[in-house]
């Protein structure tokens, strides 16, 4: 049969490169859904919810450098890191510092903690938990006002952050309360929003402190309502009061958010 020719190309020859060019649009088509799949939908395994990682062999995280904190090795995801580094750079041409006191948090750092609280070598508003609430739940809401329990601390995500202080009376210096004012009119502008956290009584307890990275942090925390479990805390001091302190209800799910970007 012969050739049809057009514009010097043959008739197979043409089919045959249309038959190339769907090949390669439809390969190129489903490398995008599969990149779109991955970039949109990021897992999280239930030891990275709860804090057991090794932020020094997860490629997720990155060395704070001690410039832009108080302390040496501290970790967080890239992601925060990169998007803090932007916004104190902004604060530091104002003339202000917003240095980090607190990044990521390991489960059994923050079990640590907890058990130090609970058994009283580690006080808490000057007194020892242990002495001072004999009863095991009054105990677990009074430390639960200042510390999350292990498992359940938004620091084990590396999206969150401690800044300059946690103590409040820190935030009552003319520098810190301009820092704070700098924070809320331009911390949502790179992604972050201030937490307040709620003890176990459903009391919220103000953070000044406590920033998180939104973009990564909203992701985190759907994940993290949808597989973690009371089961998955393991265990620690008062472990076995966590489903009569209602934690998921009342601590990690009423978390409040400040992203005004005013003030
Ligand atoms: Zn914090």
Redesign the pocket.
């Known amino acids: 049969m012969k050739e049809v020719e057009i514009g010097g190309i043959t008739n197979f020859t043409l089919k045959k490169i249309m038959k190339q060019n769907i090949l390669f649009f439809y390969l190129l088509f489903l490398l995008t859904l599969t990149f779109v799949g991955f970039k949109s939908v990021p897992q999280y395994s239930k030891n990275e919810l709860i804090g057991k990682v090794d932020p020094t062999k997860n490629a997720d995280f990155v060395l704070v450098d001690v410039k832009y904190a108080s302390k040496s090795n501290m970790y967080l995801r890239e992601e925060t890191y990169l998007a803090f580094v932007e916004m104190f750079e902004a604060a530091q041409k104002e003339g202000i510092k917003i240095p980090i006191v ?1 990044a990521f948090r390991s489960y059994e750092h923050q079990k640590s903690i907890w058990n130090r609280k609970w058994n009283g070598t580690l006080l808490v508003e000057g007194k020892n938990a242990a002495t001072a609430f004999p009863n095991p739940v009054d105990r677990a809401q009074f430390i639960l006002r200042y510390s999350a329990l292990p498992g359940t ?3 084990h995500w590396g999206t ?3 800044i300059l202080s ?1 103590e409040l009376e820190d935030y009552e210096t003319p520098a810190a309360q301009k820092m704070y004012q700098w924070l809320n009119r331009n911390a949502v502008l790179y992604g972050f929003c201030q ?1 307040y ?1 709620t003890d176990a009584t459903g009391h919220i307890t103000e ?1 000044k ?2 920033w998180s990275y939104m973009p990564l942090s909203m992701d985190l925390q759907k994940h993290y309502n949808q597989k973690i479990k009371s089961a998955d805390l393991g265990q620690f001091s008062g472990s076995n009061l966590i489903d009569s302190l209602q934690v998921f209800e009342k601590v990690i799910n009423t978390v409040k958010l400040r992203c005004t970007g005013k003030q």
């Open positions: 607190s601390s938004r620091h969150d952050i401690d946690v937490v956290g953070e402190w406590h």
